[in-house]
Structure formats: C-alpha cells, structure tokens
C-alpha cells in the first residue's frame, strides 16, 4: 500500500480524534473544568490541522527518524491542545502551556505503555490490518486514558495540580520543568530506540520515566501543600483569636455603657422629678444614639457573624472586619440566616471572598479618600464637614443569604467611576495600576471550576457590586 498526502489524511483524522479526546479527558481530569461546547468543534478542526498537515509533510519526507523533527512535532501538539485550553476552556496562556505540555506528554506516556497490550502482529501495508491496528489503538489509547483520568481523581492529583497552576511565581522552575517533559520523553525515546538503555522497549521506558517523574513530582506538590496547610491553620488560629478579641471587646464597651449609663440617669432622674421632659427626653435621644454608634452597631456585626457556622469563613470575616476598622474602612456584615454549609471547599471559599473583600476595600478606601480630597478644595472646615465614613450607604457591604438552594455572597462598594465590565476579567489589567489585577482573574478560575457555581458583576446607583452565587452540588 503506497501512502500519499491524501491517504495519510484520511488514515490520520481518526488517530487525531481520539487523540483529541484523550486530551479532553486529561484537562478535565486534572483541572477539574469542562469546554465551552460551542468552541469544541471550531477547536478540534484547528487542531487537526495544526497536527495533521505537518505530521504529512515530515512522513511522506521521511524525517521522523530525525530527533530535531520528533521534538517539532511533539511541541506542535503542545501549540495544538494550548490552543484548546484557549479557545475551549478560556485558560491564561501561562496556564495553558503548562497544561498544553503535561496533559500531551502523559497522552504519549500512556501510548507508548499499550505496547503491553497490542500483541499482535499487523502488516500496515495491507488495508484490513491497517484498519484493525487503528481500532484497536484508539479503542485502548481511550481506555488507558480513561483509567489514568480516573486515577488522577482518585488521588486527588487535580487538587494538588489546580494548587501548583495558582502558585505562581512559587512554581516558576516547576512550570519550566513541566514545559520540558515533552522534550524529556523524546529525548529517553531517542535513547531507547539506539539501545542505550532498556533494550529498545519503549513501553518499559515510558512507564518507568511516568513513575518517576509522578514519583518526584507527587512528593514536591504533597510538601508544599502540608507547608499551605499548616499556614492556613495557623492563620485561622489567628482568625478565631481576632474573633474571640471582638468578642471582648463588645463585652468590654458594654461594661463602659453601663458605668456611664448609670451616672448619667442619676441626673436624668432629678430633671424628671423637676417636671423637665424636655431634658428627659433629649437624654434618652442622646444615650440611645450614643449606645448605637458605640456598641450596637459592634453588637449587631457580632450577631451576624454568630450566624456564619464555617469557622474558616468567620475568622476571615473577622479579620477583614478587624482590618477595615483599622483602616477607618465602614463595614457591614448581614447573614439573616445560618450559613452551615456551603458546597464548594472552605479554602477556595476564603480566597474568594477575600478577592472579593479585598477588592472592595481598596476601592472604598480610594473613594474616601478622593472625596474629602474635594471637601477640602470646597474650603470646608472640619467642623462643619461631614465625616465621609458615616454617610449612608458609604462603605464596603457583605450579604450572605443561604436557603435550601445554596448560598449567595454579595459584596458592593462605591465607585470612583464607571467601571468597565468587560476588561475587569483580562489578566493583568487593574484600575489600581501596572502588576496588578490578578485577583479577579483568580476568582473567575475559582467560580469557572464549579458548574454549581456563578457570578454576576454590576453597577447601580454608584455601587459596584459582585455576587457570587454557590447551589447545591450535582443541584
């Protein structure tokens, strides 16, 4: 059987397809994230091309045999899928070529490990073998991948995976290396194939290059997620010690009241028997204001607090309530309803409320800022100028609503101006200024990873607000 450019085409769209799967099968196994479908097709058809057209050319020229061509070839197919976690899955490019290499040098690990498998011998020169030896590869190839993606959940490598694409610059050199492994399985194929080593067995190769590198990796990752954790404890150790100082602190004002509260009604007491309701009733105008301001507000915070039962949760709200007090920052927390349970992990709830948190504190305190800015341009005194923290509405807000549906977080600020929505999710970009705006595109990986899991973005009435809504898993 002679091959031509237009036989090998045809022989390769099946070999690509289930090599296109294979890949779908691997990213969502390890990110935990499905495809847009509607990119999938317009997708798939880039990648065929970007694979088949030049696999073509090198065959029918005979320059496999080349390592410098294996490696072109391999590193087409990492363009290829980090053009599908593009389109397909909308994952940052950074992201997407350590993925891109990753998920095709597992593909090629787990080809080669078939080998134990297909025992048979088959003539590619005659046709019905040809097509045999192709059924029976793309039939396995998918079941083996099926297996490692099972597998990969099973161990919960995903998790560990998602952790090492959010660490950032922590993993520089460990992103390097990733990028790498495609041209690390050339290079022992190479190897293998002169007989230096293993005897010319590619699939003992392959499966003792996948061990190791699962091995080595396995334990770096599973360190540096104890290290993470015992840090997270640490830090709600903390939190739950500024939540307890809170505590004290209202129990504290309170005490204070009562002394005061105490002396006071002593001389409300003799303008009654004077006759004098005037003063009396200024009196409690003047001591129910005053308890407001002091100690109500910081009771009813507490209240609401009580009401959010995830511990991680609380001591993140308590320190950032701590935080924005320091940074004379109104805050206001509303949880009507005991928040219990919420069906997304607590580390990924933390760090998304704290973007969110975060982000509406700097925005607050920069609105602040610019209008007393303006207050004093209009030459008011400060007697007469009102505090811009205690205007109505002026701060940063928390609402936490939960019923039988799930729970839904909403966090608004003011806003200096209009903000535009359709960039604020573009990695890199910030209205605070150049190296920021990564939180956002880190909260958007957060709620993308979720099918029971939105948000929405809005503006109204000067207020930005996000809302972030989390239903019932498999709801």
């Not at 088949?52 to 197919?77: A, W």
């Not at 363009?79 to 994952?91: P, T």
């Not at 039939?139 to 998602?162: H, N, Q």
């Not at 993308?448 to 989390?470: A, C, N, P, R, W």
Request: aromatic content about 10%; glycine content about 6%; overall charge neutral.
């Amino acid at each position: 059987m002679e091959y031509t450019f237009f036989s090998l085409t045809l022989i390769n769209i099946p070999l690509v397809l289930s090599e296109f799967l294979c890949c779908l099968m691997l990213i969502g196994a390890l990110t935990r994230k499905r495809p847009d479908k509607k990119r999938v097709a317009p997708a798939y058809i880039m990648y065929s091309l970007l694979l088949i057209l030049p696999g073509d050319f090198f065959y029918l020229r005979g320059l496999f045999d080349s390592p410098l061509i294996q490696l072109v070839n391999m590193y087409l197919e990492v363009a290829a899928c980090m053009l599908l976690l593009k389109a397909a899955y909308r994952e940052p490019w950074n992201d997407a070529a350590v993925t891109a290499s990753t998920v095709v040098f597992l593909f090629w690990q787990i080809n080669d490990v078939d080998g134990f498998f297909l025992t048979d011998n088959y003539d590619l020169s005659v046709p019905g073998d040809l097509a045999a030896y192709m059924a029976v590869n793309c039939l396995l190839i998918l079941a083996l991948v099926g297996l490692a993606a099972w597998f990969i959940s099973r161990k919960c490598l995903d998790e560990e995976y998602r952790n090492f694409l959010s660490g950032g610059r922590r993993f520089g050199f460990w992103r390097g290396v990733f990028f790498l492994l495609p041209a690390v399985r050339v290079t022992a194929v190479e190897l293998v194939n002169e007989r230096i080593m293993l005897n010319n067995s590619n699939p003992m190769v392959s499966l003792f290059l996948l061990l190791i590198v699962y091995g080595v990796l396995n334990y770096i990752f599973r360190c540096d997620m104890q290290t993470r954790r015992i840090q997270e404890q640490q830090m709600h150790l903390r939190q739950q010690e500024l939540y307890i100082q809170n505590l004290e602190s209202v129990q504290r004002d309170v005490r204070i009241f009562r002394h005061d509260f105490k002396n006071r009604m002593a001389g409300a007491a003799l303008q009654a028997d004077e006759g004098n309701l005037q003063a009396v009733q200024e009196f409690i105008t003047e001591v129910t204001g005053e308890f407001e301001r002091k100690v109500g507000e910081k009771i009813f915070q507490t209240a609401q607090l009580g009401n959010i039962r995830i511990a991680e949760l609380k001591g993140l709200l308590a320190v950032k309530a701590a935080e924005m007090q320091r940074r004379d920052i109104p805050f206001r927390l509303e949880a009507a309803a005991p928040v219990t349970r919420i069906a997304i992990p607590a580390g990924e709830l933390c760090r998304a409320a704290g973007i969110l948190l975060d982000n509406a504190a700097e925005e607050t305190e920069a609105f602040l800022r610019e209008r007393e800015a303006d207050e004093k341009r209009r030459d008011e005194t400060l007697s007469n100028r009102e505090d811009p923290g205690k205007c109505s509405g002026i701060g940063v807000t928390a609402l936490f609503c939960a019923d039988e549906t799930g729970v839904s977080i909403l966090v608004k600020n003011p806003a200096r101006s209009q903000v535009p929505l359709s960039r604020i999710w573009k990695e890199g970009y910030s209205t605070k200024g150049s190296g920021r705006g990564m939180g956002l595109t880190s909260y958007r990986q957060i709620v993308e990873s979720y099918e029971h899991v939105s948000s929405m973005t809005y503006q109204e009435d000067g207020f930005f607000v996000q809302e972030l809504k989390i239903g019932v898993k498999g709801g």
